[in-house]
């Protein structure tokens, strides 16, 4: 069976490749993840007094955006509205529970998208769907959808083009009609090129649900290869991850994931065609931490010294048996080799293995091979190819470098 050619906009979507997650709102305020009010049972009238003291004084949009940018960052995802029901945009009269009635006063979304244009980043906006404030959440539920999409449509009218609508929540009620294709053409209407996602969470990682749906989620997880043979539509997918163990700021948590297993799951994620929605929980003022721009930015030295295949590469036959991989870049190939060791002397150097023939298979068609070599010191790789086995010596670092996952281009 075929598989559908992706419209233009998921085309451009999956070229993105890697963006940045934010989760701010109130909450960020206390410093204990984005459930803080559900999970410690907060009430209503008492967590609403956040409201009073979100000054954003730290909120530099444009500093963000530069952020997302030196980490390689082609898009952010900034939560408008989480499930607390607070809007960081101007609700214009809809709801008193938006920045507007916030010390900070400023359309703090505006700000935003503006900034992402400056610095070409594609500013797409996370909205939630559950509400924990709306009484009509649980009351009516009609007239909540009714505000919801009253809500989305002003996203979708007063900031201009955007890159797309990241919906999560609709697992929380998840017998419920959400009017799903009132909410999704209204969209469709006023932003032809606007992707639509909606967060299917961690239970159901990878489905696709609603026609209208461009590109499926794997919340925390690693993403599988889709089929899509046979599929009405092309739809891409993407995985969100946080950086340690919470989406909204976690003052006290200090179990970040490291550099490498970030730069390796970027990899595991391109490997099958995904993109990856890096996420940064800014304090209740809206700075980013220090270390969380630090691993940010040690990701984008890895994109600059690998190269941008990692972008516009597309998986393709060329496979291993382990974590190494290939994509296709128009008319070349890479290849992705993870755990290589640094050559050098014995007694300066730990013994790490790694080096050495690896083997790809699905290599019939691709043409014949002329040359490989690294794309960061242009050193030429010996090779053998047969059939459908190229067989490739990976030399490893020279001292003085490591990459974590290093990059060897195919000339054919
Ligand atoms: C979950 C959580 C939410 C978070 C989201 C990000 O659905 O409810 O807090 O925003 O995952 O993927």
Not at 227 to 234: D, F, L, T
Not at 269 to 295: D, F, H, M, S
Not at 364 to 375: E, F, L, Y
Request: charged share 25%.
């Amino acid at each position: 069976m075929a598989i559908p050619v992706p419209e233009k906009r998921i085309a451009d979507f999956e070229n993105l490749g890697f963006g940045m997650f934010i989760h701010w709102g109130l909450y960020s305020q206390l410093g204990k993840g984005e459930w803080i009010m559900n999970l410690h049972g907060i009430p209503k009238e008492e967590y609403s007094k956040l409201i009073n003291t979100f000054t954003a004084s730290k909120f530099d949009a444009h500093k963000i955006a530069r952020t997302a940018k030196a980490a390689g960052m082609k898009y952010i995802t900034l939560t408008t509205r989480h499930h607390e029901g607070f809007s960081l945009y101007d609700t214009k009269g809809l709801c008193d529970y938006d920045v507007m009635h916030s010390p900070c006063g400023r359309d703090l979304i505006a700000e935003y998208v503006e900034a992402c244009r400056d610095e070409g980043i594609v500013p797409f906006f996370y909205h939630t769907t559950l509400d924990w404030y709306q009484d009509s959440f649980n009351n009516d539920f009609k007239g909540y959808l009714q505000y919801l999409r009253e809500s989305v449509k002003l996203l979708c009218t007063n900031y201009g083009k955007i890159g797309g609508l990241w919906f999560d929540g609709n697992w929380s009620k998840p017998n419920e009609d959400w009017e799903e294709d009132k909410l999704y053409s209204l969209i469709r209407n006023l932003q032809p090129d606007a992707m639509i996602i909606n967060n299917t969470g961690l239970g159901e990682r990878g489905k696709v649900g609603n026609p209208y749906i461009d590109s499926v989620t794997f919340e925390q997880g690693r993403p599988t290869p889709m089929n899509r043979e046979g599929m009405p539509k092309y739809v891409a997918a993407e995985m969100c991850q946080t950086l340690n163990a919470h989406w909204g700021i976690g003052s006290i948590d200090f179990n970040y994931k490291s550099l490498p297993s970030l730069i390796e799951n970027l990899c595991a994620c391109r490997k099958v065609g995904a993109n990856y929605l890096l996420n940064v929980g800014p304090t209740g003022e809206g700075e980013i931490l220090k270390i969380q721009e630090a691993l940010l930015e040690g990701i984008g030295g890895w994109i600059n010294a690998t190269g941008n295949a990692i972008y516009t590469g597309k998986p393709c036959s060329i496979c291993s048996e382990n974590k190494n991989f290939a994509l296709k870049d128009r008319d070349k190939y890479y290849l992705y080799i993870h755990d290589l060791s640094t050559i050098g002397d014995s007694n300066v150097i730990v013994e790490g293995g790694g080096t050495g023939w690896k083997q790809f298979s699905g290599a019939k068609d691709i043409g014949t091979v002329k040359s490989i070599k690294w794309t960061d010191n242009n050193e030429s790789l010996e090779f053998t190819q047969d059939g459908d086995i190229l067989n490739v010596n990976c030399t490893g670092y020279e001292y003085g470098k490591n990459l974590v996952v290093r990059v060897a281009e195919v000339i054919l």
